[in-house]
């Protein structure tokens, strides 16, 4: 029963996006304007329908969102739903190597924060976690460009490849749209570390992020799972230290952590516009905020709810796992 | 959510939110909340007398000497330099606390309001109307903050910063995205309180419903919320900055805010100019941090099952398991964790 709240936590996104968006009155006045005389502007709101009541236009919208219409942009005449394709594998390559990151970075750590409770790296790592977390990703963007890019020269300081590679890509039969996958089929190694090095400093800004919660959540879920009885009965029959962390209390504490880390997507998402604005890494969020400076909300309107959308699926998806994998969740 | 019942009452001194927990603690347990009491303390009197901590006014270009000029690097008039836009970088940081916290006042006071009452009311009486505010309040919860603040804010003044309109919206599309939470929390506190004791013997005796709402479920039901706050005031500063980073700032002459100032020094960076960034990064930074140990600490001191336990009183930052309330995973994690020493408190 309760994944099929994902129908109606879609609908009300929808609908919520759509009445907010609406207040401020039609699209087409608020991207053009002052720019066109006003029977111009009523013109173009006639023709795209804006001056029919409110009440038609959000069942068309809907409508044409169950026909996976999500509407047409008035700055540039694209579909939303081509600017997904285009630009929404760079976001997601992006979110996968910021998750990377983030388990490299935030599991072992709080595995060990946890083993250690109380001692003095278990208070290092949680200001640790918590500096993570203050950190906006653009100022943690800016400081890494600062160092790296700025001060050592060793890494770019924007874009997602140099030009030569994005060309190279671009005459490739059928790109994907990861960028990495794409520098392998050329099979040229410079074009693999060309596209990893501009991928570094995004991945690390987006990835330290979510690492403080992931560390958190391990370090929270693991004291629990630590002093359980079973473990203790573990350690007196001789299991070694490493193998009571990393199987006897890491395992059964995966599941909380399963599900929370399919809350913290939304806010990867969320990080992935600033990075991507921070960065010029031309996905989902950078486009957003392109189209929010045009003033062009109907390709505002139609990326967030798209967003909505995925997170809304994503976090679905995790909950079905967590189900599966966790045999005393039954829904 | 565990809150003890039945607790007799302490002194005065004794219940005050933070002075309590301040004496409760123990180790590096009191080292965190020390410290980021100290930071908050700092940032509340930065924002409070910024007009007299900073040298100069946040959209002042020119003194006596003449123009200050844009990108210039630190120096003594300037202490941390002057911003692409030719202002002072150290009064703008300083400036920044007092629209900062002005912010997160009215965006953390709205919401606790409009979360608290929808809650009783949602808890207390149940039906429709409760089941449709949950679904709506999951619905907004599970959808990036962020974006949300952003349809908000072109709601409210069509994505244009104005004035104290500027304030106002960035308040506002804060509230609503907080709302969700308290709703959560006050609603799962009203619903298992309705069925204590106490509010049968109310309602026996003849109480109004408002009575019985306001007087007995209110006060019990709102323990939680100081560390929500606290919590929810740093992610606050986070979301107003990453709104400002995103053009929907005030305007420089408005007033000064942080993340605003970071999307300006956004192409300073890639010229090697540090200055114009490290300095409203670094408000954010340490605001957050000073809250976020605030919210932490608390907790941790408020959780009875690990202030019980003297040896552990730092125990685990269950920052998710209030700040994300009943959501499955962390109930789960709570649950299957502390059975043990839950299970009665629950009842």
Request: aromatic fraction near 8%.
């Amino acid at each position: 029963m309760r994944f099929l709240l994902i129908i109606p936590t879609i609908f009300i996104l929808v609908t919520l996006v759509f009445v907010l968006m609406r207040t401020t009155g039609d699209p087409i006045t608020a991207a053009l304007g002052g720019r066109l005389t006003p029977d111009q502007l009523a013109e173009r709101i006639h023709n795209a329908g804006y001056d029919r009541p409110v009440i038609v236009q959000y069942f068309e919208y809907l409508g044409g969102l169950l026909r996976g219409d999500f509407g047409t942009t008035i700055s540039d005449h694209r579909p939303v739903t081509e600017i997904l394709l285009t630009y929404g594998s760079a976001t997601l390559e992006l979110a996968i190597y910021g998750l990377i990151v983030a388990f490299i970075v935030g599991i072992p750590l709080g595995m060990w924060a946890a083993y250690r409770r109380d001692k003095a790296s278990d208070a290092v790592l949680r200001i640790l976690a918590i500096l993570f977390y203050a950190t906006p990703v653009f100022f943690a963007g800016m400081l890494l460009k600062l160092i790296f890019s700025v001060g050592l020269g060793i890494l770019p300081v924007s874009g997602r490849a140099s030009t030569r590679t994005e060309l190279n890509i671009q005459f490739l039969d059928n790109p994907t749209g990861i960028h990495l996958i794409d520098a392998f089929r050329l099979g040229d190694p410079d074009a693999v570390g060309d596209v990893l090095s501009h991928a570094a400093l995004p991945a690390i800004a987006l990835g330290l992020l979510t690492a403080g919660v992931f560390l958190r959540l391990v370090r929270t879920n693991m004291i629990g799972t630590l002093t359980k009885d079973y473990v203790d009965a573990a350690r007196s029959r001789g299991v070694s230290e490493f193998r009571l962390v990393r199987t006897h209390a890491y395992r059964p504490a995966l599941i909380p952590i399963i599900t929370v880390m399919g809350m913290q997507i939304a806010l990867m998402l969320a990080g992935a516009v600033l990075t991507e604005t921070t960065f010029e890494w031309k996905g989902l969020g950078f486009m957003l905020v392109q189209y929010l400076q045009s003033r062009d909300f109907v390709a505002v309107q139609g990326i967030v709810v798209l967003l909505a959308v995925i997170v809304a699926i994503t976090n679905f998806i995790v909950d079905i796992i967590a189900a599966l994998i966790d045999p005393r969740v039954r829904y | 959510m565990t809150t003890q019942t039945g607790t007799p009452r302490r002194s005065l001194l004794d219940r005050l939110p933070i002075l309590r927990q301040l004496r409760q603690s123990y180790g590096i347990q009191r080292g965190m909340l020390i410290a980021g009491l100290a930071i908050t303390i700092v940032f509340a009197i930065v924002a409070i007398f910024a007009p007299w901590l900073a040298p100069y006014g946040y959209a002042q270009l020119s003194d006596d000497n003449g123009g200050f000029g844009a990108q210039q690097p630190p120096s003594a008039a300037h202490l941390f330099g002057t911003t692409v836009g030719g202002f002072d970088v150290l009064s703008r940081v300083l400036w920044g606390a007092q629209t900062a916290a002005l912010v997160v006042i009215v965006a953390v006071v709205l919401s606790i309001f409009i979360g608290v009452i929808l809650g009783l009311l949602s808890g207390y009486f149940g039906g429709w109307i409760d089941r449709v505010l949950v679904v709506i309040c999951d619905a907004i919860y599970a959808f990036p903050s962020l974006l949300l603040a952003i349809v908000i804010s072109i709601a409210i003044s069509g994505g244009r910063s104005n004035l104290i309109g500027g304030i106002l919206t960035a308040a506002m599309s804060i509230t609503v995205v907080f709302i969700p939470q308290y709703f959560r929390v006050i609603r799962a506190e009203t619903v298992r309180i309705k069925a204590e004791a106490f509010v049968e013997s109310a309602k026996v005796l003849g109480a109004s419903n408002v009575r019985i709402m306001s007087l007995h479920v209110f006060r019990n039901a709102t323990r939680t919320l100081p560390l929500i706050f606290t919590l929810n005031a740093s992610e606050a500063i986070l979301t107003l900055a990453g709104l400002g980073f995103l053009g929907f700032g005030i305007e420089p002459t408005a007033a000064s805010e942080w993340g605003y100032d970071l999307n300006k020094a956004l192409a300073d960076v890639s010229s090697g100019i540090w200055w114009t960034s490290i300095g409203p990064g670094l408000g954010i930074v340490l605001a957050v941090l000073g809250m976020t140990l605030v919210g932490e600490s608390l907790n941790d001191l408020n959780d009875p099952r690990l202030r019980g336990r003297r040896v552990v009183a730092a125990d685990s930052g269950e920052m998710v398991e209030t700040s994300v309330v009943p959501a499955v995973g962390t109930h789960d994690a709570s649950e299957g964790d502390n059975d043990d020493a839950s299970e009665g408190e629950r009842q």
